[in-house]
């Protein structure tokens, strides 16, 4: 079921649309069986459950931290996250250079913004992402990359109201690209999940976290 699921879905999405597997909360086998598929981008929302995956599973994994991740915990993770991309804060932004730079890595990082209307999910808005990317402070920060942006929509059924939102994601990328000297390395806009990739896909998205219809419900 999850290799015709992933495949059914890679099929059906672009080709230049990176596709995380989301695998929170499912059993190591369930991520074993889509990698036999060749697949390689997964993504989880803990730090201690990806931690744990980590170690049980192949190395050549990309591994995404998707969820809020809190400054203390982002030394476990360090050593090999691939990408991290809910960034909400300099001072984050900050934790995660020094643990990179303790393991001699350069860490790719996504501003996650503030999209929804709902005020429960986390996020920057764009004053705040221009005026700490402009400060001298953050062009010292060398083992980080930003790589692009991340945004979830409301959870709707308001398919108009989540294209508005998604819509307004571009227009941040579109913003904050022009501020950065390095514009190729900021190229991934991150949106998009079951209920709603179709729709970001149509509205710019590059990266679609999906898991429910990959690995079923949780
Ligand atoms: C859980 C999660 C997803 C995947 O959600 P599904 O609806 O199961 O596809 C995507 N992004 C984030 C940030 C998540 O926490």
């Known amino acids: 079921m999850i290799k015709n699921n992933l495949i059914n879905i890679k099929n059906s999405i672009p080709q230049d649309v990176l596709l995380v597997a989301v695998s929170k909360t499912k059993p190591i086998e369930a991520i074993q069986e889509a990698y036999e598929t060749g697949h390689r981008n997964f993504g989880e929302n803990k730090v201690q459950e990806l931690a744990d995956k980590f ?4 190395k050549d994994i990309k591994w995404h931290m998707i969820g809020h991740l809190q400054r203390n915990k982002v030394k476990f993770i360090a050593p ?18 020094k643990q990179a730079l303790k393991n001699n890595r350069i860490i790719n990082c996504l501003l996650q913004f503030h999209i929804a209307e709902e005020n429960t999910k986390f996020g920057l ?20 990359s930003i790589s692009g942006v991340m945004g979830m929509a409301s959870y709707t ?8 939102e998604f819509s307004s994601l571009i227009v941040i990328f579109d913003k904050l690209k022009a501020q950065f000297n390095n514009k ?3 190229k991934w806009i991150s949106m ?9 896909i149509n509205q710019g998205s590059n990266m679609v976290r999906i898991g429910s219809t990959i690995f079923g419900a949780r």
């Open 192 to 200: 998009g999940m079951s209920g709603d990739y179709k729709i970001a």
């Open 184 to 186: 190729d390395s900021f």
């Open 55 to 58: 170690d049980h599973l192949p």
């Open 125 to 144: 808005h764009l004053d705040e992402a221009i005026s700490f990317i402009s400060n001298q402070e953050f062009l010292e920060l060398k083992n980080i």
């Open 157 to 164: 059924k308001d398919n108009s109201k989540i294209e508005k």
């Open 80 to 97: 090999f996250i691939h990408l991290i991309h809910g960034v909400d804060s300099f001072k984050l932004l900050k934790e995660i250079n």
